[in-house]
């Protein structure tokens, strides 16, 4: 009986990141593969790439994958973002672009956290250290200078990830440190990594000290405050500014060789530019990634009216959607691309639910009944389906109808009545100004206020918190540490339910 081939592959998605995949037979082709990767690791792969293997003929020297059959049963890929991906055009939905400044990071904290390589003494260490706990069970004993290196590398790394992260991000940096060296572990904890994540926790306070004293602004913005030496400070735990609905590039430091007066001198550059009759929109995209910075300073720091901000960078006006879409860089997730993925993935069962509830009495059941009638009385359409989706969702998870917002408060071209499937055109009024218009579908529009409440560092609409929430977490994947409220936790658990 011939015995079934399987693959074991470590693949590279970053320079830091690597996850192993495993494929139960061989792909039918290399396109095949990279949809594979697509699914297992969405949405780190929304982007157009190439794999590149280590080929034996070559002394392991990478060579780019064209024949399936040239796949290794056990080996390494590397993923290599494609020049023409569609997210470096000037006309794409994606967000973000090849040309980056180096001071944004690019990438989110990952699933399984990257333990790095430690200094030469410590990686011999514990080296043998792992080896002798395989053998006997012994665990190793750390001099203060040997443990200060493991934790101020450890602190580095979570740094590229997140300047505050939160206490399951910790938790999981600290597993994964005594998972790959298990002498590591602690006999007194429950799971063995306890006090290396107390340790870590004290570690990053101390690393942001160094890193606010180095002038990263990112942490220098919550210095100064209260202590023995200046009684007359901001308390210090009072208005601390830092990521807290999963924003990666939060306050991001200037690109390297620009201050503010250069950067300053590019957004009058681009004012200029949008004014013309016939504006260079290439110019004027790659002068606002160049700028992007300074656009989270004023945001983040000086928190200003959306009209003034918007006065300030018109371009944000021009070319709205693609614009907005750009500044979702702030998560370095694909905007459009995620949310739909992850909107027509869950639609079937979301209307499975609508149904099933509209099925009961009471007012939110009568609420769901009238839009899932006036859904059905359209022709079938993948954009009735979302907006169908989407318009039930807030009533699903509403607690009482007396918390019920007219669409038309944060959608004001459409209808105030819930079951409007199709307009000419719709808009996003914020603090009372018209920010963006001529928006074709609702699912779009939807998707864009998301974008733009991120963009211009916006709180959640106060009576639909839930319905943001969910996307926020559920669709886009932005995980921001804090528990979901229980009926946003009911909800996601009946998603996964399998019928």
Known sequence: MAVSQKFLLRVHLTTDVVVKVSLTKRPESVEELITILREKLNPRLDFEFTLQYEDSDFDGQLTCLLDIQELPEKGTLKVVRSESDVSSCASSDTDILLHVPLAQRLKCWPD???????????????????????????HLKLTRAQKHNILETMASVMHTFKAYPSDGDVSLAAEALV???????????????????????????????????????????????????????????????????AEVNYLPNFPRGEDQISLEDMRVQIKNEVEKTEPNKVMIEKLMQTTFALRRHEIVQDNPMVKNFLEKWPALRFDSQVSICAEFRVTNINLRNQFYAELDRHTPRLMALYRQKAARTGKISEALRTILNHYDLQAPDINVKRTAVLRALPVYLRPSL????????????????????????????????????????????????????????????????????????????????KPLKPCLHALKNDLLLKE
């Not at 410590?122 to 250290?129: C, F, K």
């Not at 572990?185 to 340790?199: Q, V």
């Not at 210095?223 to 609905?245: C, F, L, Q």
């Not at 079951?419 to 939807?446: K, N, Y």
């Open 112 to 138: 399984t956290f990257p333990v790095p390589t430690f200094s030469y003494e410590v990686e011999h260490l514990l080296e043998e250290g792992n080896r002798g706990f395989e053998m006997s069970g012994k």
């Open 402 to 481: 007396t918390l019920q917002l007219p669409f038309s408060q944060w959608l004001p071209t459409a209808l105030p009545r819930p079951v409007h499937f199709t307009s000419s055109s719709m808009a996003i009024v914020v603090e009372g100004d018209l920010v963006m218009r001529d928006i074709p579908r609702f699912a779009d529009a939807f998707a864009l206020l998301f974008g733009l409440i991120y963009a211009l560092h916006l709180d959640y609409p106060r009576k639909l918190v839930h319905t943001f929430t969910f996307v926020q977490k559920i669709f886009m994947g932005l995980v921001d540490g």
């Open 179 to 245: 998972t790959t060296h298990p002498c590591l572990k602690e006999p007194g904890s429950r799971n063995g990594s306890y006090g290396w994540k107390t340790s870590l926790k004290f570690k990053m306070g101390n690393y942001r000290t160094k890193l606010a004293r180095s002038g990263c602004v990112e942490v220098s913005v919550n210095a100064g405050r209260r202590s023995v030496n200046n009684p007359e400070g901001e308390h210090p735990h009072s208005n601390i500014k830092r990521a807290r609905r």
